[in-house]
Structure formats: C-alpha cells, structure tokens
C-alpha cells in the first residue's frame, strides 16, 4: 500500500512567527542576545542545536534553561496560532478520502506537534506521528526515524514518499530508503538537489495520483 509521509514545519504548516517569537522570549528571559538574526531559515534542525546557534551559548544549563522558556511559552498559546499553508487542509482530506495512510515525522516536538494537529482538526487524517522525542531515548536523527515508522507499519520503502522542505528531509529521505517530494513554500532551499519540487498542494495532489 503506497504511504505518504510528511514533514510539519514548512511542509504543511507556516509555524516560522510562533517559533521565532518563542526564539526571542527565551533568550530575552536569559539576558542571551542574539548572534544571528531570527529568521525562518533557522527553523528545521532540532531545538537545542537551533538555541545554541542562535545564542552561540556553550554552558549547557543555560541552554536547557533557554529551551525550558521556550518550551513553556510555545507549548502554551504559542503553537495554537500556527496556520495552515494554503490548500493543506483540502490536499490531506483528498488523500484520506482516496485512502492514502498519512504519517507525520517531524524534528518538532510531540507534544506542540499534537496540539497542533488538533487545533487544525487533522488528528484523525494521520495514522501516526513521529518526533524526535517520541521514544526515550530519542530518536538521534529525522532518517532513523523515518526508517522505524516503515518498520513500524510494515512499510515497503519503495511504497513511500517523504515530502518536506529543506536538504535535512532530503537526506531523510535518502537515509531511509525512500523517495522525496520537495514543497518551494517552506524554510529550505532546494534549488540545489537534483528532486521534484512542488509549488502548490494541488500539484501534490496531482503528482500522488499519477504515482498510485
């Protein structure tokens, strides 16, 4: 049965306001400036890689105290304010209706993830979500992850396709065993990967009918 899977942050979801505000309340709650400036191209890699990047911290009490503040703002009312990119919510209700199993794997947080997927009403279009802490220990890489949801779900890895935005799904993708799908909307550049880059959730739509 083929499968998709989905990236969150800037694949189906624009959360680059919330999180770069969440960015910004913990390191001014720390007294931390930033070394970079706060930007949606930081978002994607896992969140204390990101902090210790954009604070260029290296005691790493202070790091976990930052991601405690972000934690506590962004898992608050923070993550409730994420939009949908145009068209998802109609693209994923077609798939579920042609009976395509959906799977999340996302760098985000299961717990944000969750409420997310809630709060948009898509907690039933997906048969499971995979996140980097969904599992103690943590999964160490988005292509370890990806390659346990196949097993997980008797997946075939030529029966799946990743589909996210940045070079780090990519090489997800290519850990895994699977095809990718690139979306030009999202936070990476993909200008430079030799990959199918979509431009709206319709030509998904498109693309996924002529492969079933």
């Not at 049965?1 to 800037?10: E, K, R, S, T, Y």
């Not at 890489?141 to 196949?150: H, I, N, P, Q, Y």
């Not at 550049?189 to 990959?195: F, W």
Request: aromatic share 8%; with cysteine.
């Amino acid at each position: 049965m083929n499968a998709i899977v989905f990236d969150l942050d800037g694949t189906l979801v624009d959360s680059a306001d919330a999180i770069l505000r969440g960015f910004a309340f913990a390191l001014e709650n720390n007294g931390v400036t930033a070394r970079c400036p706060l930007e949606q191209s930081l978002i994607g890699p896992p969140l204390m890689q990101t902090l210790a990047r954009i604070s260029g911290v290296e005691d790493p009490a202070l790091l976990v105290q930052m991601a405690a503040d972000f934690k506590a703002w962004y898992d608050g009312e923070g993550c409730l304010t994420t939009p949908a990119y145009a068209g998802v919510d109609a693209m994923l209700k077609a798939l579920v209706l042609a009976g395509v199993p959906l799977f999340i794997a996302t760098n985000k947080r299961l717990h944000p993830t969750e409420r997310i997927i809630k709060a948009l009403g898509w907690d039933r279009h997906f048969r499971a979500v995979y996140a980097l802490d969904a599992r103690t220990p943590a999964y160490p890489a988005k292509g370890e992850m990806v390659s346990a949801l196949l097993v997980e779900h008797g997946l075939a890895t030529d029966a799946v396709i990743y589909i996210g935005d940045t070079a780090g799904d990519e090489q997800a993708s290519r850990q895994a065993g699977v095809q990718f799908w690139g979306v030009d909307w999202g936070y990476g550049d993909l200008a430079a990967l030799d990959v199918p880059v979509l431009s709206t959730a319709a030509e998904i739509l498109g693309r996924v009918a002529a492969w079933r």
